[in-house]
């Protein structure tokens, strides 16, 4: 059964160095977005109140720490502006199993989880698995190492 799991972990370790893992020591920008877009597009506040992903709308949109964050509604915009930090993806929606790992990789909208109230997303369903064998540890080495990520337009240290 040991060997099985490492035979995962590799794949996973793999999938990701093959889907664009960069070390976690190069700068990054502190928010993942694609063409300006958070999580890709999709409303952070669905993930809380509906339990999946789901796609929003440019007409529902608004801009929170130079991203913009799409919505299926007015009111979940609303939701998200009274108090975004309750919505926004933890890590600024970088993979969190590639954090966890001190490296930095895309996400995979789909591939999600809500851990105290707090939105994780993963690059793909293997890094998801991986990722869910230990949330709670992977969060702790996440927090920890997320801080410490030079992000563009900060001072090195």
């Given at each position: 059964?040991i ?12 999938s ?10 190069m ?12 999580i ?38 609303n ?31 789909d591939?999600?989880?809500i ?39 900060e001072?090195?240290?």
């Amino acid at each position: 059964m040991i060997g099985f799991f490492r035979q995962i972990f590799a794949i996973c370790l793999l999938s990701l160095f093959v889907t664009g893992i960069a070390m976690a020591d190069m700068p990054i920008a502190a928010m993942n977005t694609e063409h300006g877009l958070a999580i890709k597009g999709y409303d952070p506040v669905s993930y809380f109140t509906t339990g999946k992903p789901t796609l929003g709308l440019a007409q529902f949109s608004t801009t929170y720490k130079a991203a913009t964050y799409r919505f299926v509604s007015a009111e979940d915009r609303n939701r998200f502006i009274a108090a975004p930090e309750k919505f926004v993806p933890q890590y600024g929606g970088y993979c969190a199993y590639a954090i966890s790992l001190n490296r930095i990789a895309d996400i995979d909208p789909d591939e999600w989880a809500i851990v105290n109230n707090k939105l994780y997303l993963n690059n793909n369903v293997l890094s998801q698995t991986l990722w869910s064998f230990d949330k709670s540890g992977n969060i702790v080495k996440g927090d920890r190492n997320w801080p410490l990520v030079p992000k563009l337009g900060e001072p090195m240290s």
